[in-house]
T-cell receptor
Framework: ETGVTQSPTHLIKTRGQQVTLRCSSQ?????VSWYQQALGQGPQFIFQ???????GRGNFPPRFSGLQFPNYSSELNVNALELDDSALYLC??????????????FGPGTRLTVL | AQSVTQPDIHITVSEGASLELRCNYSYGATPYLFWYVQSPGQGLQLLLK??????LVQGIKGFEAEFKRSQSSFNLRKPSVHWSDAAEYFC????????????FGTGTRLKVLA
């Protein structure tokens, strides 16, 4: 059974650019959530996808968007990058039980730096 | 608005001492409750969760947590701390009425003295 993987590990972008982060789901998991963790803070929920549909969203602007593919892998896209978008981006997958609140398995994260 | 509060930013305990990390939430009903641990260079790992039933839940690594509805609290405890427990601990709630939302606290950093 493979765990949750994320790519790339690190990324440096400049303000105004666009970025795509990727997440491969753990085997058997059909639900993926994305989080932003700024330095010294707790993870902030961006959104969740369940079977390719957005299932919930936190307080993030529309320039944060996502996709989930038929194999349940996922992408997080951020447009018009701002300096405050610099953070660790985590994805977490689960098997969709308990209304999406089942145990989540987290990936190691992608560290995004916006200059 | 829903929120999770971890009032202690840093806690230092001696190895072998007992530990209690506090967590309070603000929500009109009982959410699903979680504790996670994040070690440097490691991903977030689930320690334990409460959905319903017995208000004292047991987790991995010897941790337990008690849900107190009257205090809107879900405090994490361990009777005897090991040096390897040094890490950042996050309390979280999942709200599943309507659309799904997951809220983390700001974390408590635990330091263990040898």
């Amino acid at each position: 059974e493979t765990g949750v993987t994320q790519s790339p590990t690190h990324l440096i972008k400049t303000r105004g650019q666009q970025v795509t982060l990727r997440c491969s789901s753990q085997s058997g998991h059909n639900t993926v959530s994305w989080y932003q963790q700024a330095l010294g803070q707790g993870p902030q929920f961006i959104f969740q996808y369940y079977r390719e549909e957005e299932n919930g969203r936190g307080n993030f602007p529309p320039r944060f968007s996502g996709l989930q593919f038929p194999n349940y892998s996922s992408e997080l896209n951020v447009n018009a990058l701002e300096l405050d978008d610099s953070a660790l981006y985590l994805c977490a997958t689960s098997d969709g039980t308990s209304g999406g609140a089942g145990e989540q398995f987290f990936g190691p994260g992608t560290r995004l730096t916006v200059l | 608005a829903q929120s999770v509060t971890q009032p202690d930013i840093h806690i230092t305990v001696s190895e072998g001492a007992s530990l209690e990390l506090r967590c309070n939430y603000s929500y009109g009903a009982t959410p699903y409750l979680f504790w996670y641990v994040q070690s440097p260079g490691q991903g977030l790992q689930l320690l334990l969760k409460y959905f319903s039933g017995d208000t004292l839940v047991q987790g991995i690594k010897g941790f337990e947590a008690e849900f107190k509805r009257s205090q809107s609290s879900f405090n994490l405890r361990k009777p005897s701390v090991h040096w390897s427990d040094a890490a950042e601990y996050f309390c979280a709630v999942a709200i599943t009425s309507g659309t799904y939302k997951y809220i983390f606290g700001t974390g408590t950093r635990l330091k263990v003295l040898a």
